[in-house]
């Protein structure tokens, strides 16, 4: 299926961001009318954020969404929030499509197309067929929902910039490294302290515990680097 735009249209809202919204009557229509199609949506769930890819009237809603969720999880919460999510669609794949106030539900959503900046977006057509055929896929054509690998957010910007990419992974594992960072900070040095007579405890010994810090420290420079980029 493809959607056709006007020249000049295939990126209405290439890097923007919306101010976060709830999911109530009298903003509705506000957000709605900010929407285009292939804008990616976040919405926020206290403890995570689930994303979701707008693909405007789609087959079965007037504002449908197509977001991966993990239907190995019984919490509506978990699975992507939505109905449709819960039971409606049978085939096994990880990829559904749903009503947007349905998956919006009671948190607050904003349009999130940040990731832009890093990676060009493709045209609102062919993001829209993209969604589509994902969500239409077989169950083998599509992975199926890794927290770390292929989240919501991973699919969400797969599909509009061709990178599975999830700044809640690389937050979360640049947390655990730092926190193991400052575990080894304390206790590398107390380690090479009760080794010091192996080397003696004047310089010879200052300059094991100097050089094993400064390794972690370097080791540590170059692996956040890595996750951020």
Partial sequence: MIV????????????FVSEWFKNVEIL??????????GDL?????????HWAVYIGN?????????????????????SGGSKFTEGQ??????????????????????????Y???SHPFPCNEIFDRAIRFSIASEK???????????CEHFAHFVRNHHAESQQVKDFLLGVYENGLSVARVSIPM?????????????????????????????????????RN
Wanted: aromatic share 12%; proline share 3%; hydrophobic share 35%.
């Fill in 141 to 151: 054509e599509f992975e199926r929902y890794n927290i770390l690998k292929m989240n």
């Fill in 116 to 118: 832009d900046e890093k």
């Fill in 41 to 49: 949506l976040e919405f926020e769930r206290g403890h995570y954020r």
């Fill in 28 to 37: 509705k229509d506000m957000f709605t009318e900010m929407l285009h199609i």
């Fill in 89 to 114: 669609n049978n085939s096994g794949n990880p990829v559904q499509a749903g009503d947007l106030f349905d998956v919006w539900a009671d948190s607050t959503c904003r349009i999130n197309n940040s």
């Fill in 191 to 227: 380690i090479v302290s009760l080794a010091a007579p192996t080397f003696g405890r004047g310089m010879l010994g200052q300059i094991a515990i100097t050089g094993t810090v400064a390794l972690f420290q370097l080791g540590y420079d170059m692996t956040t680097r890595r996750i």
């Fill in 4 to 15: 056709l735009f006007p020249v000049g249209e295939e990126y209405p809202s290439k890097g």
């Fill in 58 to 78: 789609g087959s079965k809603y007037e504002n449908e969404v197509v977001h991966l969720c993990n239907l190995g999880s019984t919490s509506r919460w978990f």
